[in-house]
């Protein structure tokens, strides 16, 4: 959707927007923002849940809240790209950043000597430092992709392209705090490698919904063990409400953004998904939605005790949801299939290829990306595909990839339910496509002094790093994607006369 669409959305709806803000004299300004990401929430989860659960956390906080039905987060829909949206007020175009595996072709292989250029770009658990302490990793420099101008490691932070939310804050004086699942989210810390002063990042593992054995004693084997992680962030984060860094030892401020990444929705979708089309949880996801709004309540207590609920704002939302939400939609398509045909189009010309809900493909050779791209479209049935992205159609959304070392030379857009790994896996769901199961995700901002609303016009994650520096007085054109995107705040109050107002 085109920028200015969402400046278009921001207009009409602020002569509509103003009455959700309820007479509350004598309460504070806005001095904090806490973001929750609940990976995998849809919009329609939050709906259907909140309905049939009115007592519960979530209720009442879109009872006090502004619930934007139709938002959606960037494309491909993955947890990098989706945090960086919801930092950044950028989509993959301007950050430089399309998943957490990539390729980059003019960066040099991790421990090469920066004899060659073109490497995969691994930003997961497999950088992780070996034998680093479980609840505080570290990246080990010798997995990381090197920089040909001096031949030293590009940590995830130098590789993104535009600064942070957090960046923004701390520069201002402002204290910040993250909590998420792998140490490669120092990402957060942008160009500066300043913007996260308290970053916790405990190791949840690697993506083992839906294995066999392999993943028995896993975290993401197991809706329980991904609760019992969950618990442990939220407990974390209860520590900074309260006056300390993560591990509550430690006294800190209370930081002006701060929040955590929620994983066992996400696992419940895989594991357990949903009933039918309607988007009916099963009890395992059921379950797990349960326990995310539980400890969700914990927060909101925390912040009441303390009282410092009425001054701060609260945005919970999702970095991507997964799809099929439609179970009878599901189709396992193997990995391999997909590279025999691109090998068999154009052999040796591959040089990365990343897939899930759709699939990222890189080439050694790019005069060869039309016959690849026909390859597949020959095969579309066969192969799950909805369309292949090259060329101008590509580089209507992406820079291109004659002139930018990122961008993928195709994309393959998997029709809805495809996902591309092992034809025995058990899993229901994945995200990392373009299609709305991945991309129609929950967005609600709460605050005491709000009244209900429904938003019901298009709006983006994009849209929340503008929103949060708004509601902190601070300027949105401080980040680099606003000004390059033109990112508009979400549609709603006046966000800095929320922030100042006498209440």
Same mark, same amino acid.
């Given at each position: 959707?085109?920028? #200015?669409?969402?400046?278009?959305?921001?207009? &009409?709806?602020?002569?509509?927007?103003?009455?959700?803000?309820?007479?509350?004299?004598?309460?504070? %300004?806005?001095?904090?923002?806490? &973001?929750?990401?609940? /990976?995998?929430?849809?919009?329609?989860?939050?709906?259907?849940?909140?309905?049939?659960?009115?007592? $519960?956390?979530?209720?009442?906080?879109?009872?006090?809240?502004?619930?934007?039905?139709? =938002?959606?987060?960037?494309?491909?829909?993955? $947890?990098?790209?989706?945090?960086?949206?919801?930092?950044?007020?950028?989509?993959?175009?301007?950050?430089?950043?399309?998943?957490?595996?990539?390729?980059?072709? @003019?960066? $040099?292989?991790?421990?090469?000597?920066?004899?060659? +250029?073109?490497?995969?770009?691994?930003? /997961?658990?497999?950088?992780?430092?070996?034998?680093?302490?479980?609840?505080?990793?570290? &990246?080990?420099? @010798?997995?990381?992709?090197?920089?040909?101008?001096?031949?030293?490691?590009?940590? %995830?932070?130098?590789?993104?392209?535009?600064?942070?939310?957090?960046?923004? *804050?701390?520069?201002?004086?402002?204290?910040?705090?993250?909590?998420?699942?792998?140490?490669?989210?120092?990402?957060?810390?942008?160009? $500066?490698?300043?913007?996260?002063?308290?970053?916790?990042?405990?190791?949840?593992?690697?993506?083992?919904?839906?294995?066999?054995?392999?993943?028995?004693?896993?975290?993401?084997?197991?809706?329980?063990?991904?609760?019992?992680?969950?618990?442990?962030?939220?407990?974390?984060?209860?520590?900074? *409400?309260?006056?300390?860094?993560?591990?509550?030892?430690?006294?800190?401020?209370?930081?002006?953004?701060?929040?955590?990444?929620?994983?066992?929705?996400?696992?419940?979708?895989?594991?357990?998904?949903?009933?039918?089309?309607?988007?009916?949880?099963?009890?395992?996801?059921?379950?797990?939605?349960?326990?995310?709004?539980?400890?969700?309540?914990?927060?909101?207590?925390?912040?009441?005790? @303390?009282?410092?609920?009425?001054?701060?704002?609260? *945005?919970?939302?999702?970095?991507?949801?997964?799809?099929?939400?439609?179970?009878?939609?599901?189709?396992?398509?193997?990995?391999?299939?997909?590279?025999?045909?691109?090998?068999?189009?154009?052999?040796?010309?591959? +040089?990365?290829?990343?897939?899930?809900?759709?699939?990222?493909?890189?080439?050694?050779?790019?005069?060869?990306? +039309?016959?690849? =791209?026909?390859?597949?479209?020959?095969?579309?049935?066969?192969?799950?595909?909805?369309?292949?992205?090259?060329?101008?159609?590509?580089?209507?959304?992406?820079?291109?990839?004659?002139?930018?070392?990122?961008?993928?030379?195709? *994309?393959?857009?998997?029709?809805?339910?495809?996902?591309?790994?092992?034809?025995?896996?058990?899993?229901?769901?994945?995200?990392?496509?373009?299609?709305?199961?991945? #991309?129609?995700? =929950?967005?609600?901002?709460?605050?005491?002094?709000?009244?209900?609303?429904?938003?019901?016009?298009?709006?983006?994650? #994009?849209?929340?790093?503008?929103?949060?520096?708004?509601?902190?007085?601070?300027?949105?054109?401080?980040?680099?994607?606003?000004?390059?995107?033109?990112?508009?705040?979400?549609?709603?109050?006046?966000?800095? =006369?929320?922030?100042?107002?006498? @209440?």
């Amino acid at each position: 959707m085109k920028q #200015t669409l969402q400046s278009l959305c921001t207009t &009409l709806l602020a002569a509509f927007c103003c009455n959700a803000l309820a007479g509350a004299a004598g309460r504070g %300004p806005i001095e904090r923002v806490l &973001l929750v990401s609940v /990976d995998g929430l849809h919009a329609l989860d939050l709906s259907i849940f909140t309905a049939r659960h009115p007592d $519960s956390a979530l209720a009442q906080l879109a009872a006090r809240g502004i619930e934007y039905t139709q =938002a959606h987060t960037v494309v491909p829909a993955d $947890s990098f790209p989706g945090l960086l949206a919801l930092a950044t007020g950028g989509t993959p175009a301007v950050t430089g950043v399309y998943y957490d595996v990539t390729y980059d072709r @003019r960066l $040099s292989p991790p421990g090469g000597g920066c004899s060659s +250029a073109g490497t995969p770009v691994v930003y /997961d658990e497999s950088t992780d430092a070996p034998g680093a302490p479980r609840g505080e990793p570290v &990246l080990d420099a @010798r997995r990381l992709p090197l920089d040909p101008d001096d031949c030293a490691p590009v940590p %995830p932070h130098d590789y993104l392209r535009v600064n942070t939310v957090f960046e923004v *804050i701390r520069q201002a004086g402002g204290h910040t705090a993250w909590i998420d699942k792998h140490p490669v989210y120092e990402i957060l810390d942008g160009p $500066s490698g300043q913007g996260v002063e308290d970053l916790y990042t405990p190791e949840i593992g690697g993506d083992f919904e839906g294995r066999a054995a392999k993943g028995a004693s896993r975290i993401t084997a197991s809706i329980q063990r991904t609760e019992r992680y969950d618990a442990m962030k939220a407990q974390a984060l209860i520590h900074e *409400i309260d006056g300390f860094r993560h591990g509550g030892r430690t006294p800190a401020p209370v930081p002006q953004l701060f929040g955590l990444n929620l994983q066992a929705v996400n696992v419940g979708e895989k594991l357990g998904g949903y009933l039918d089309a309607r988007g009916d949880p099963s009890p395992k996801l059921e379950g797990a939605l349960e326990h995310c709004d539980r400890l969700i309540g914990r927060i909101v207590a925390e912040l009441r005790a @303390r009282a410092l609920l009425d001054s701060t704002l609260l *945005i919970v939302t999702a970095k991507h949801g997964n799809g099929p939400i439609d179970p009878r939609a599901l189709r396992h398509v193997d990995r391999k299939t997909l590279v025999r045909a691109i090998e068999r189009a154009a052999p040796g010309a591959l +040089a990365q290829l990343t897939t899930d809900q759709g699939a990222l493909v890189w080439l050694h050779d790019q005069s060869k990306t +039309a016959l690849v =791209a026909q390859a597949l479209e020959r095969r579309r049935a066969s192969l799950g595909i909805r369309r292949v992205l090259y060329g101008a159609r590509l580089e209507l959304d992406f820079p291109s990839p004659q002139s930018d070392s990122r961008t993928p030379d195709l *994309i393959v857009v998997a029709r809805n339910g495809v996902i591309y790994g092992k034809t025995n896996d058990r899993k229901k769901a994945e995200h990392g496509g373009f299609l709305a199961d991945d #991309t129609h995700v =929950a967005l609600l901002v709460s605050n005491p002094v709000l009244s209900r609303l429904e938003v019901r016009a298009p709006v983006f994650t #994009t849209q929340v790093a503008s929103t949060i520096l708004e509601s902190l007085r601070l300027s949105p054109r401080r980040l680099l994607a606003v000004r390059e995107q033109g990112t508009p705040a979400l549609p709603g109050p006046d966000w800095r =006369a929320l922030a100042t107002a006498d @209440r």
